[in-house]
Structure formats: structure tokens, C-alpha cells
């Protein structure tokens, strides 16, 4: 059974900073991506950001310059640096990891809100 645990959100001010994280554990012996992306009340869950397992990153549009994907030390484990937070960046924070057979493992989300 694979396990996401997210963790890191909380109440910013606009313009701080939050750095979320996300291990995984479990039978996920290779993984092709890691990535968040987030949902807003009324919204569409959307990609923020997303890295393969070669380090290559790409992120939305709206969060580029802002938001830094990495992986962590410990092993599938997915960091996401979050700069000059904005009030449109509230949401639920999603952690996924996908396994070289395209499943998709999720986490239980974390809350990040933003106050203007």
C-alpha cells in the first residue's frame, strides 16, 4: 500500500513564504514524476508544479520565479518552496507521485491560505 504524507501548509500573509513537503512509503519502487498541484474553493484542481525522476521541472505559469519544486534527501520525497505568496495561491496543496506504470498515488492534501 502507498502512502503520501504531506505536510508544511498553514497561514501566510501576503508576500511570505511556506515550503510544503511530501513523503512517500509504500511499493513504489520507481516513480517517473513527482509533482502538487492544488485546488481553490469553487476551483479546478490545477498543476502547480512537476518534476521527473531526472530532475527536470516544469510549473504553471502563475507560479514561476515564485515556487521551487525539489526532491528531498530521503527517497521519494517531494519539497515544494513557496515565495511571495499571493492570495490567489490559497488552496488545498496535492502531492503526487507516479510509478513507471502511470498510476498515480495521491496525498490527503494540505491547506494553504494566504491573507491579503
Known amino acids: 500500500q502507498v502512502r503520501l504524507v504531506e505536510s508544511g501548509g498553514g497561514l501566510v500573509q501576503s508576500g511570505g513564504s511556506l515550503r510544503l513537503s511530501c513523503a512517500a512509503s509504500?511499493?513504489?519502487?520507481?516513480?517517473?514524476?513527482m509533482g502538487w498541484y492544488r485546488q481553490a474553493p469553487g476551483k479546478q484542481r490545477e498543476l502547480v508544479a512537476v518534476?521527473?525522476?531526472?530532475?527536470?521541472?516544469n510549473y504553471a505559469d502563475s507560479v514561476k520565479g515564485r515556487f521551487t519544486i525539489s526532491r528531498g534527501n530521503a527517497e521519494i520525497t517531494v519539497n515544494l518552496q513557496m515565495y511571495s505568496l499571493e492570495p490567489d495561491d490559497t488552496g488545498t496543496y496535492y502531492c503526487?507521485?507516479?510509478?513507471?506504470?502511470?498510476?498515480?498515488?495521491w496525498g490527503q492534501g494540505t491547506q494553504v491560505t494566504v491573507s491579503s
Open positions: 518534476m521527473s525522476s531526472g530532475g527536470t521541472a
Open positions: 509504500g511499493s513504489i519502487f520507481r516513480y517517473n514524476l
Open positions: 503526487y507521485v507516479q510509478d513507471i506504470n502511470y498510476r498515480r498515488f
